[in-house]
């Protein structure tokens, strides 16, 4: 079976000349399929610059990368890669199912609204359904960005920085929330 993430001999620069900036220099990364990884690391240090790349958002300078034995871009044509950004983009006046439809609307797929308040359920927004969302704390906008991710029921959930922002209660709750959908096999 193919690893779930090879990231093999993994370069990339940013600019060039006396500009560049090497964010990433002969970087492996291997996981087994249904495993959990953490990156840890100070600010700087590449973490967001190897999710990119996993996203298919980024071209290394150097090296390969590959999900499920196949290329980032195309795990993202399929559908089968989730992201939840840091600064993830959500729509002020709209509720969070309304947000959450988002997913749907911008792949120009009809809403399955049953399947969207299964996910709502699921990272405990059932309360906040219909609220809009500028009356959200960030706990919930990170909520809301992991029910995108999960909208495709994905092969690779990326998250990054999920607990940026949220007080240390928060941080808990977010950490038992990723746990618990790691249990779930989501
Ligand atoms: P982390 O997520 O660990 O904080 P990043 O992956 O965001 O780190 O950044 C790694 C390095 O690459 C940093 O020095 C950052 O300034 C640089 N970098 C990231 N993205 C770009 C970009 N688009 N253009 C130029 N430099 C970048
Ligand atoms: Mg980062």
């Not at 500009?19 to 970087?27: M, N, P, Q, R």
């Not at 989730?82 to 797929?109: C, K, T, Y």
């Not at 709502?120 to 991710?149: N, P």
Request: net charge neutral; with cysteine; charged share 25%.
């Amino acid at each position: 079976m193919a690893d779930a993430i090879q990231l093999s001999g993994i370069s990339k620069v940013f600019g060039s000349g006396s500009k560049a900036v090497t964010a990433l220099k002969d970087t492996e990364l291997h996981t087994d399929q249904g495993s959990f990884l953490a990156l840890l690391g100070p600010s700087g240090c590449g973490k967001s610059t190897i999710l990119r790349i996993l996203a298919g958002l980024e071209t290394p300078t150097s090296g390969e990368a590959y999900v499920d034995g196949k290329a980032p871009a195309d795990l993202r044509r399929d559908s089968e890669l989730g992201i939840a950004f840091q600064d993830h983009a959500l729509l002020p006046w709209r509720s969070v199912v309304g947000n959450i439809r988002l997913v749907f609307e911008v792949a120009g797929r009809r809403p399955d609204m049953d399947y969207i308040h299964e996910l709502i359920k699921l990272v405990g927004l059932d309360r906040a359904g219909k609220r809009q969302l500028q009356e959200y704390c960030k706990g919930m906008t990170r909520r809301i960005g992991l029910a995108q991710a999960l909208i495709n029921d994905p092969e690779l959930i990326l998250l990054d920085e999920p607990t940026s922002g949220l007080d240390p209660i928060g941080t808990r709750e977010m950490k038992d929330l990723i746990l618990k959908l790691r249990d779930q096999g989501k």
